[in-house]
T-cell receptor
Framework: KQEVTQIPAALSVPEGENLVLNCSFT??????LQWFRQDPGKGLTSLLLIQSSQREQTSGRLNASLDKSSGRSTLYIAASQPGDSATYLCAVDVDYKLSFGAGTTVTVRA | DAGVIQSPRHEVTEMGQEVTLRCKPISGHNSLFWYRQTMMRGLELLIY????????DSGMPEDRFSAKMPNASFSTLKIQPSEPRDSAVYFC???????????FGPGTRLLVL
């Protein structure tokens, strides 16, 4: 069974600092990996999707890397802003089903 | 597009009652997913449909749970009878293809007393 782990569970940084969020998974036979953002009381918003054949994906201040062989992905958020405060979840696609990590809750202090 | 629409947004019911959650996917999306989120278990896939056909319901916890998708623009998740341990946030999501980006609805917060 695929296990997805996100460490740390919570992170607090001052505005302007770069954020580094980690995701690890136990089964490297993934089809893709997705990063989502969840605001309190809201649904999930997709941030980036990395295919298993890709090493990284970028969107604006966000960059996600994928090392399938070691079962790791990292989400980088440059120059963090208070509006980046949210919970960030990673999910891996195995057999057409997404398995989610528990998320990292980020607080960016103004 | 209005995005994925779920109703009701909040539901409070008593144990033993039937609960029906509704979802309208994004127009043109062929895949629909039902998830449940709890503090203890995180986000779990319950069932997904492709072209209105249930493909994988292995995440449905018990026979008390059932889901239908009678057409491309509507799906329901029913719990009968409901139990307190069913209290959770239930999300519906849709995508063009099961392996493409999923778009989530705002969720239904269910409390079973």
């Amino acid at each position: 069974k695929q296990e997805v782990t996100q460490i740390p569970a919570a992170l607090s940084v001052p505005e302007g600092e770069n954020l580094v969020l980690n995701c690890s998974f136990t089964d490297s036979a993934i089809y893709n990996l997705q990063w989502f953002r969840q605001d309190p009381g809201k649904g999930l918003t997709s941030l980036l999707l990395i295919q298993s054949s890709q090493r990284e994906q970028t969107s604006g201040r966000l960059n996600a890397s994928l090392d399938k062989s070691s079962g790791r992905s990292t989400l980088y958020i440059a120059a963090s802003q208070p509006g980046d405060s949210a919970t960030y979840l990673c999910a891996v696609d195995v057999d057409y089903k997404l398995s989610f990590g528990a998320g990292t809750t980020v607080t960016v202090r103004a | 597009d209005a995005g994925v629409i779920q109703s009701p947004r909040h539901e409070v019911t008593e144990m033993g009652q039937e609960v029906t959650l509704r979802c309208k996917p994004i127009s043109g999306h062929n895949s629909l997913f039902w998830y449940r989120q709890t503090m203890m278990r995180g986000l779990e896939l319950l069932i997904y449909f492709n072209n209105n056909v249930p493909i994988d319901d292995s995440g449905m916890p018990e026979d008390r749970f059932s889901a239908k998708m009678p057409n491309a623009s509507f799906s329901t998740l029913k719990i009968q009878p409901s139990e307190p341990r069913d209290s959770a946030v239930y999300f519906c999501a849709s995508s063009f293809h099961p392996r493409e980006t999923q778009y989530f609805g705002p969720g239904t917060r269910l409390l079973v007393l």
